[in-house]
């Protein structure tokens, strides 16, 4: 039986603030809850919508030469026998004989002898590290306890037919990508892009990971976020450092991340999947060390060509100017929503003391991604200023989610929009009434300023939107 997770206690902070303020929340939590699944609150799915917005933004509509698709989650098997999904995607596991934890061999290998310690090994090689090791199990103590390792693939099984005599069994995609390879002809066919281009989606994918934890960053569902960028062979290599610079670029000028925070890391020969040609992960330094955020993997002409070989389609792209047939190269950046939003909160996330000696917990959103982007309060629940603060959230609504909250002293309503994130809020009082001017107040520097009410959407459009 699977171990309930424990989490990790450097995301501590992180868990509670999410929780308390509505952004995650433990899955099925009235039934007991089901381990690491997880739902997200208003604000969590706020952030959420903003970050794909954002995605979708920068790698379709500003780019010329990418468009975009939704393929189901439920494909024909034999696309998953194609890729080599089938075959391939399993990861090492490891049983305590004792306490009948489950185990990934290769991350235990490293959490034992450091980072990279497992690179390479083949299951034998493996076993004799783990053996030789004497290694505790992390769960119950006992060392020298350990079944052999064994592939374990990830995929999820189900069944696809309403009798037992039609139905067939499929998978839940492990990875959006290969929707994006089955529909290359398609697009090609039905669209008027030419090679260089790319595919874009956005989409759950599912893993039946043998140790789900960390949180959100390494869950059994999860959405991501995916772009295949078809290329004539031999340029895979500029479109390659092209994309891992403009993602780069995305996290620290569209996002906000801080660059401390981000490295790049490039696969050793002997750590690159069976497809890839170069990869180079973009790191996150989360609470509990530095974690791939971002997967930028060089993939030959491999998915397409075994899709030709595996559909009896051709997958071929005719250039009709070069008067060339060719099967693309393709270059992937695929990025995992979830520990983007992981990243972004602990980016985000402050702890200040004030003058008055007390302390303010403070999630320092980039106003872009900001779940609420302005707090709207009416100093007093009477003499007509809620009524002016209601016209005003009105006629900002267009900006974004906003946040009408007219309850409690004032102080508190500010910290409450600072835990949850909102740049900017404002406060109506019985000034506004005589002199048709509002406070604005800034989330990080505290700082407060008169505003007309009139000049209000002009103010915030420029730092906003
Ligand atoms: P890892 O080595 O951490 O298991 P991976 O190399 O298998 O990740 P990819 O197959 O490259 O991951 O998937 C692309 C992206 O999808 C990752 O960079 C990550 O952001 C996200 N991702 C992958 N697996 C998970 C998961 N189990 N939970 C959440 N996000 C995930």
């Given at each position: 039986?699977?171990?309930?997770?424990?989490?990790?206690?450097?995301?501590?902070?992180?868990?509670?603030?999410?929780?308390?303020?509505?952004?995650?929340?433990?899955?099925?939590?009235?039934?007991?809850?089901?381990?690491?699944?997880?739902?997200?609150?208003?604000?969590?799915?706020?952030?959420?919508?903003?970050?794909?917005?954002?995605?979708?933004?920068?790698?379709?509509?500003?780019?010329?030469?990418?468009?975009?698709?939704?393929?189901?989650?439920?494909?024909?098997?034999?696309?998953?026998?194609?890729?080599?999904?089938?075959?391939?995607?399993?990861?090492?596991?490891?049983?305590?004989?004792?306490?009948?934890?489950?185990?990934?061999?290769?991350?235990?290998?490293?959490?034992?002898?450091?980072?990279?310690?497992?690179?390479?090994?083949?299951?034998?090689?493996?076993?004799?590290?783990?053996?030789?090791?004497?290694?505790?199990?992390?769960?119950?103590?006992?060392?020298?306890?350990?079944?052999?390792?064994?592939?374990?693939?990830?995929?999820?099984?189900?069944?696809?037919?309403?009798?037992?005599?039609?139905?067939?069994?499929?998978?839940?995609?492990?990875?959006?990508?290969?929707?994006?390879?089955?529909?290359?002809?398609?697009?090609?066919?039905?669209?008027?892009?030419?090679?260089?281009?790319?595919?874009?989606?956005?989409?759950?994918?599912?893993?039946?990971?043998?140790?789900?934890?960390?949180?959100?960053?390494?869950?059994?569902?999860?959405?991501?976020?995916?772009?295949?960028?078809?290329?004539?062979?031999?340029?895979?290599?500029?479109?390659?450092?092209?994309?891992?610079?403009?993602?780069?670029?995305?996290?620290?000028?569209?996002?906000?991340?801080?660059?401390?925070?981000?490295?790049?890391?490039?696969?050793?020969?002997?750590?690159?999947?069976?497809?890839?040609?170069?990869?180079?992960?973009?790191?996150?330094?989360?609470?509990?060390?530095?974690?791939?955020?971002?997967?930028?993997?060089?993939?030959?002409?491999?998915?397409?060509?075994?899709?030709?070989?595996?559909?009896?389609?051709?997958?071929?792209?005719?250039?009709?100017?070069?008067?060339?047939?060719?099967?693309?190269?393709?270059?992937e950046p695929a990025l995992g929503l979830n520990r983007l939003f992981l990243a972004v909160v602990s980016d985000a996330y402050a702890e200040e003391?004030?003058?008055?000696?007390?302390?303010?917990?403070?999630?320092?959103?980039?106003?872009?991604?900001?779940?609420?982007?302005?707090?709207?309060?009416?100093?007093?629940?009477?003499?007509?200023?809620?009524?002016?603060?209601?016209?005003?959230?009105?006629?900002?609504?267009?900006?974004?989610?906003?946040?009408?909250?007219?309850?409690?002293?004032?102080?508190?309503?500010?910290?409450?929009?600072?835990?949850?994130?909102?740049?900017?809020?404002?406060?109506?009082?019985?000034?506004?009434?005589?002199?048709?001017?509002?406070?604005?107040?800034?989330?990080?520097?505290?700082?407060?300023?008169?505003?007309?009410?009139?000049?209000?959407?002009?103010?915030?459009?420029?730092?906003?939107?």
């Amino acid at each position: 039986m699977e171990k309930k997770e424990t989490l990790d206690s450097s995301l501590k902070d992180i868990v509670s603030v999410c929780k308390r303020r509505g952004f995650v929340y433990p899955g099925s939590e009235i039934y007991g809850g089901l381990s690491n699944t997880f739902d997200y609150g208003p604000y969590g799915a706020e952030l959420l919508h903003n970050l794909k917005r954002l995605w979708w933004k920068h790698f379709v509509h500003l780019r010329e030469d990418v468009v975009g698709l939704d393929s189901s989650i439920l494909l024909n098997p034999k696309v998953w026998e194609a890729s080599g999904h089938v075959s391939n995607f399993n990861d090492p596991l490891i049983d305590c004989k004792n306490c009948k934890t489950r185990i990934r061999a290769d991350k235990f290998l490293e959490d034992q002898k450091g980072e990279g310690a497992a690179t390479g090994l083949t299951l034998e090689k493996m076993n004799e590290v783990i053996k030789a090791g004497n290694f505790a199990c992390p769960n119950c103590g006992n060392r020298g306890t350990f079944t052999e390792a064994r592939d374990f693939n990830l995929m999820f099984k189900t069944s696809h037919g309403a009798s037992a005599e039609d139905s067939q069994d499929i998978y839940l995609r492990p990875e959006t990508a290969q929707g994006i390879f089955i529909n290359f002809k398609n697009v090609i066919s039905t669209t008027r892009n030419k090679i260089p281009f790319g595919i874009a989606q956005i989409g759950k994918s599912f893993r039946n990971e043998i140790m789900a934890r960390q949180f959100v960053f390494r869950t059994r569902e999860f959405e991501q976020m995916e772009m295949e960028f078809f290329c004539e062979p031999g340029t895979q290599k500029e479109w390659f450092t092209h994309w891992v610079n403009y993602c780069l670029t995305f996290l620290t000028d569209h996002v906000g991340l801080k660059k401390e925070n981000l490295k790049i890391r490039e696969h050793e020969k002997e750590e690159l999947s069976f497809y890839s040609e170069a990869t180079s992960d973009i790191e996150y330094k989360y609470g509990f060390g530095w974690g791939e955020l971002w997967g930028i993997a060089s993939r030959t002409d491999y998915d397409l060509s075994q899709h030709e070989k595996f559909s009896g389609e051709d997958l071929k792209y005719q250039d009709q100017a070069a008067n060339k047939k060719y099967v693309p190269y393709v270059v992937e950046p695929a990025l995992g929503l979830n520990r983007l939003f992981l990243a972004v909160v602990s980016d985000a996330y402050a702890e200040e003391k004030l003058p008055d000696g007390e302390t303010r917990t403070v999630l320092r959103f980039a106003p872009q991604v900001a779940p609420v982007k302005i707090g709207i309060f009416p100093l007093m629940k009477k003499d007509g200023l809620p009524e002016l603060a209601k016209s005003i959230y009105t006629n900002l609504s267009s900006l974004g989610n906003l946040e009408y909250d007219e309850g409690g002293a004032i102080g508190k309503r500010y910290r409450r929009q600072d835990e949850i994130g909102t740049p900017y809020c404002i406060t109506v009082d019985y000034d506004s009434l005589k002199d048709n001017s509002v406070t604005v107040r800034e989330r990080d520097s505290m700082s407060q300023e008169r505003i007309s009410i009139d000049s209000l959407k002009s103010y915030f459009a420029d730092k906003i939107l």
